[in-house]
T-cell receptor, first 113, second 114 residues
Framework: QKEVEQNSGPLSVPEGAIASLNCTYS??????FFWYRQYSGKSPELIMF????GDKEDGRFTAQLNKASQYVSLLIRDSQPSDSATYLC?????????????FGQGTILTVHP | GAGVSQSPRYKVAKRGQDVALRCDPI?????LFWYQQALGQGPEFLTY????????KSGLPSDRFFAERPEGSVSTLKIQRTQQEDSAVYLC????????????FGPGTRLTVL
């Protein structure tokens, strides 16, 4: 079992819809959770991070964390074609204090006009 | 200010050759990470530096991989006797402090081993 698992997709949604991206992780000691966006051929860029159970909203993005279920998700409201990218879930843990990240394989999102 | 830069952006090596990949982190950033990203996969941790100290090299796949950051700024990832399975994008990331929320990634070096 991988430490961080994502559905590789592709996930296809129409413009204006809500895109829902999911991630599960195996290390119960994990404390911090991140969503990165990666356009094809580009480097990952941070969208959001979340530490506490519940929801965290930033503009069109909402991250949701459920530590009991070891589950983290990202909702993208009013999806735009420019949101089409690979979304990487990352978990900080492994007993380190310096931010070592374990990534999932990424979910490819396509927003079609 | 400038972001994280990496060079070369693309490298083609014949199997058995040694390669050296360079990372220039954001000025003043204490933490520096190297990740390896295979096609269609997420980045995988290779090694971590805090200033010049290599605190974690648990992700280096073999003793052919070596990384250094002698003056606490620029870092070099060296791969000796390259193999085809080393073909990947090598990403460098830096953060201001140890344990900072955000790691800033460089554009990566795409290594192809023939």
């Amino acid at each position: 079992q991988k430490e961080v698992e994502q559905n590789s997709g592709p996930l296809s949604v129409p413009e204006g819809a809500i895109a829902s991206l999911n991630c599960t992780y195996s290390d119960r000691g994990s404390q911090s959770f991140f969503w990165y966006r990666q356009y094809s051929g580009k480097s990952p860029e941070l969208i959001m991070f979340i530490y506490s159970n519940g929801d965290k909203e930033d503009g069109r993005f909402t991250a949701q964390l459920n530590k009991a279920s070891q589950y983290v998700s990202l909702l993208i409201r009013d999806s735009q074609p420019s949101d089409s990218a690979t979304y990487l879930c990352a978990v900080e843990g492994g007993g380190t204090s310096y931010g070592k990240l374990t990534f999932g394989q990424g979910t490819i999102l396509t927003v079609h006009p | 200010g400038a972001g994280v830069s990496q060079s070369p952006r693309y490298k083609v090596a014949k199997r058995g050759q040694d390669v050296a990949l360079r990372c220039d982190p954001i000025s003043g950033h204490v933490s520096l990470f190297w990740y390896q990203q295979a096609l269609g996969q997420g980045p995988e941790f290779l090694t971590y530096f805090q200033n010049e100290a290599q605190l974690d090299k648990s992700g280096l796949p073999s003793d052919r991989f070596f990384a250094e950051r002698p003056e606490g700024s620029v870092s070099t990832l060296k791969i000796q006797r390259t193999q085809q399975e080393d073909s990947a994008v090598y990403l460098c990331a830096s953060s201001l402090l140890a344990g900072d929320n955000e790691q800033f990634f460089g554009p990566g070096t795409r290594l192809t081993v023939l």
